[in-house]
């Protein structure tokens, strides 16, 4: 599970908590610190291929994601979203058989504003391949979604 947290008015700062024992204990990592006066209207995502949990969240109005190293209980290969971008919001993430993963988050919304939808596809070693894109039309208080087809191709929902 990923949580932000709120501490002392200006600790933004984004937790994973991990179980190996169905929930008898946790493992908990502070993955991305942000100090920051502010609600930060942001979201996280978890996905699990097999034995491969991958985790996207925001932090500083960027995306990034990473693989849970399952001896460490932390984000390892973490980055940030590829290029540059406005305000990087809400990510989402797909993983098809293959083991490529997809990572999907919005750019340029605000409070009341919508914006635009880009993805970009990694292989399993979470380089970046060639599959990207972007395209407007998020509508306002809106999130993004993906999932994997059984051909091994992804769906971009907003």
Not at 109 to 115: D, E, L, P, V
Not at 119 to 137: F, I, K, M
Request: positive net charge.
């Amino acid at each position: 599970m990923m949580f932000r947290a709120a501490t002392q008015v200006v600790n933004r700062d984004m937790y994973l908590l991990s179980s190996t024992d169905r929930g008898a204990t946790f493992h908990g990592a502070d993955i991305s610190h942000w100090n920051i006066g502010a609600c930060v209207m942001s979201s996280a995502a978890l996905i699990q291929r097999g034995k491969d949990v991958f985790s996207a969240w925001e932090s500083e109005k960027q995306v990034y994601f990473g693989r849970l190293d399952q001896s460490t209980h932390n984000i390892s290969g973490n980055a940030a979203a590829p290029g540059t971008g406005v305000n990087r919001k809400y990510p989402a993430l797909a993983v098809n058989g293959n083991g490529q993963i997809l990572l999907v988050w919005t750019e340029n919304m605000a409070w009341g504003k919508g914006g635009s939808v880009v993805w970009q596809a990694y292989n399993r070693s979470l380089q970046p391949e060639a599959a990207h894109g972007q395209t407007s039309g998020v509508p306002a208080w809106s999130l993004v979604a993906a999932f994997a087809r059984p051909d091994g191709n992804f769906t971009v929902i907003y």
